[in-house]
């Protein structure tokens, strides 16, 4: 089975694809944790790293590739922003996860032992970044509801759910498959 999970940073998307595959004994991959080790290697924080992406479009590329090499060897959840955008014909089941700006912000910064501030204004960065770069590179606007939703199998509201209910949430639908 291949799973694709999607959504804003702080939704939820690494902790839950994690305990779901963990649940389901299969691998996860994680393209944010990717990102983040790459900004490390280049000792640049992750605003850094994002404008210099911008610059260097062969590394989103050469993420994407890496994700739909690894959907082919299946039995994995791959969290990204693009997996169910890039591995829309490939995956089995394709889910987003959302919650409310200052919720996200807020997750964020408590995991990274960060201010608010600092969070937020390194989300909105980043998130900016995103949006136009995917559009450039892929045509995919992230910021069209109605045509992005059309991609997922199910969508699901983190915000008041623990990352059990949420991971229990998902089996159910999965379930029905």
């Known amino acids: 089975m291949i799973i694709a ?19 389901l004994g299969i691998l996860y991959y994680s393209t944010g944790q990717t990102f983040r080790d790459l900004a490390r290697e280049k000792n640049m924080s992750l605003e850094e790293f994002t ?11 050469g993420l994407d590739t890496k994700v739909v090499n690894m959907a082919k060897k299946g039995n ?6 693009l997996s169910a955008h890039i591995l829309k014909s490939i995956a089995d089941y394709k889910i987003q996860l959302c919650c409310p ?24 960065i980043r998130e900016k970044s995103e949006l136009e770069r995917f559009k450039r ?4 606007d ?5 045509s992005t939703e059309k991609v997922f199998d199910f969508i699901i509201n983190t915000e008041n759910l623990t990352i059990e209910e949420i991971v229990d949430q998902i089996l159910i639908e999965l379930n029905k498959i």
Request: net charge positive; no cysteine.
């Open 142 to 146: 992230l910021s069209a509801k109605k």
């Open 51 to 61: 404008s210099y992406v911008e610059k260097h479009p062969e590394i989103d590329k």
């Open 101 to 124: 700006l200052e919720v996200r912000v807020k997750r964020m910064a408590s995991r990274d032992q960060t201010s608010y501030e600092e969070k937020l204004k390194e989300t909105t």
């Open 137 to 140: 590179l892929y045509n995919i």
């Open 76 to 81: 994995i959840i791959i969290d990204s922003r």
């Open 5 to 23: 999970i999607s959504g804003l940073h702080g939704t939820g998307k690494s902790t839950v694809a994690k305990l779901l595959a963990d649940k």
